[in-house]
């Protein structure tokens, strides 16, 4: 069984910056697209970033561009969110996913095509 496992979450003034890690537990595992997700209290689950496999391809919510990046160490497994220019709006449970298909950035927004999925870090940006 794979688990996802979220670190780097915590409570930030607005203006400053956290990095978020996701790794893998459990069995070997490579993964294909991986991405970020969000969910504040009260809305839906809602996209932030994904990458592809070689890293060569990421995508971002339009909420984000600009300020947030990601990437990815493939000898780890590992996928980081280094999120700078924090806005109390972005205060939410962040979320990892991984999909062991293979799919183009089109599809990277869509929850459907991750199989893995973390148990997510709470980021709190205070005004």
């Known amino acids: 069984q794979v688990q996802l496992v979220e670190s780097g979450g915590g409570v930030v003034q607005a203006g400053g910056s956290l990095r978020l890690s996701c790794a893998p537990s459990g069995r070997t595992f490579s993964g294909n697209a991986m991405a970020w997700f969000r969910q504040a209290p009260g809305k839906e689950r809602e996209f932030v970033a994904a990458?592809?496999?070689?890293?060569?391809?990421?995508l971002y919510a339009d909420s984000v561009k600009g300020r947030f990046t990601i990437s990815r160490d493939n000898s780890k497994n590992t996928v980081f969110l280094q999120m700078n220019s924090l806005k109390p709006e972005d205060t939410a449970v962040y979320y990892c996913?991984?999909?062991?298909?293979?799919?183009?950035?089109?599809?990277?927004?869509?929850?459907?095509?991750?199989?893995?999925w973390g148990q997510g870090t709470q980021v709190t940006v205070s005004s």
């Open positions: 996913a991984a999909t062991s298909g293979y799919y183009g950035s089109f599809y990277f927004p869509k929850r459907e095509i991750y199989d893995y």
């Open positions: 990458i592809s496999r070689s890293g060569g391809s990421t």
